[in-house]
């Protein structure tokens, strides 16, 4: 895997032009059947390379896949994504970070190109079809308590939304805590799943879905889901949002961790669609209607409900009146 990686390095800062076999093997100091062999997995993953028996190896092309090699020249980060694991197809990006978290780094991701049964909340299912999104999980090791981990949904929103902005130059919106809305429809979903003690966080696995270049989505979801392709008549590099998501997520979650939800809650204000509307909340004590009037310094929605009363929101399901089918 390193050399091959390397490999890929010095093709890369060549791209277009002809390295000689001698200098490939005298850099990676391997021999030339070494170098053949990575070259063949190299194209099997879709990288163009042409061969020439004199010249030696050209890469035409790389392939639209999010591997480490083609995401990393995008990252900036110090911790998020050092440890990099990328599946072509899995169940779940979410379940198998569960599955590694324990013994896994702070900061390790998980990111897939298929998902077979991508997980939403409250057991809803998640459509991640192939090489058209970005579907992966980010496993954190955080100090904090376990009520804190909404703040957590809510820093992977805001940076998600930053990232957009920066690659995409389209403002999104949060319906809170958890969905991103590109017109009126969801680009974007996050799953934050914790395992906990009473007064202590082992891990927290944050699972984000982004619908990047998908053109097409099954009737039942057409009214409700978009793309930022879909929104924006252009494809969209998937390389670049992955490391611009990473960078913003390190950035806002370090800010949190140090700061405190105050550093992080005007901008988690000034970018909800939820704050000023009327909405209906579903709540384990049951059903909530009201007016949205802000999130407070904890995270939490406050509603000033029908019944005329402030109540504060720590988590729910919440429907936005005008929006998405309410
Ligand atoms: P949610 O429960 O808020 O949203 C799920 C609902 O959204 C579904 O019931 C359906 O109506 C709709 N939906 C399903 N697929 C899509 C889609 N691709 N785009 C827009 N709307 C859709 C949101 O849950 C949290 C989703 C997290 C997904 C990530 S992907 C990586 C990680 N692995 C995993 O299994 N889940 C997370």
């Not at 895997?1 to 490999?7: D, F, N, V």
């Not at 990288?47 to 010249?55: D, E, G, S, V």
């Not at 092309?61 to 090699?69: F, G, H, N, T």
Request: proline share 2%; aromatic share 8%; with cysteine.
């Amino acid at each position: 895997k390193m050399l091959r990686s390397k490999l890929l390095k010095l093709l890369k800062e060549n791209k277009g032009e002809y390295v000689s076999g001698q200098k490939l093997c005298e850099q990676l100091n391997v021999s030339r059947t070494a170098v053949w062999k990575h070259i063949n997995g190299l194209k099997n993953e879709g990288y163009q390379i042409k061969a020439h028996h004199k010249m030696g190896y050209m890469l035409s092309s790389e392939p639209d896949v999010l591997i480490y090699e083609e995401v990393s020249p995008y990252l900036s980060t110090n911790f998020i994504g050092k440890y990099y694991i990328h599946k072509s197809i899995i169940d779940s990006t979410n379940n198998f970070a569960k599955e590694i978290a324990s013994n896994a780094p702070d900061g390790t991701i998980i990111i897939a190109e298929e998902q077979t049964s991508g997980r939403g909340r409250l057991g809803r299912s998640w459509l991640s079809q192939k090489g058209c999104g970005i579907w992966m999980s980010v496993i954190l090791k955080p100090d904090l308590q376990p009520q804190q981990a909404i703040n957590l949904t809510q820093v992977a929103a805001i940076s998600v939304v930053k990232a957009i902005e920066e690659i995409v130059n389209v403002e999104c919106k949060i319906k809170w805590p958890n969905d991103i809305i590109l017109n009126n429809k969801k680009v974007c979903g996050i799953l934050t799943e914790m395992s906990s003690e009473i007064d202590k966080i082992n891990y927290v696995v944050i699972g984000i879905g982004v619908n990047v270049n998908c053109d097409n989505f099954p009737e039942e979801l057409k009214g409700k889901a978009t793309s930022l392709y879909l929104e924006t008549h252009s494809k969209i590099d998937r390389k670049k949002l992955t490391g611009s998501i990473l960078n913003n997520l390190e950035l806002y979650y370090n800010a949190y961790l140090q700061k405190g939800f105050d550093y992080i809650r005007p901008i988690c204000i000034e970018k909800s669609i939820t704050i000023g509307r009327q909405i209906k909340v579903i709540t384990n004590e049951g059903e909530i209607q009201g007016y949205a009037v802000t999130i407070d310094n904890t995270g939490s929605l406050v509603v000033d409900t029908k019944e005329a009363k402030r109540i504060s929101i720590m988590s729910g399901d919440v429907s936005v009146r005008g929006l998405l089918d309410y």
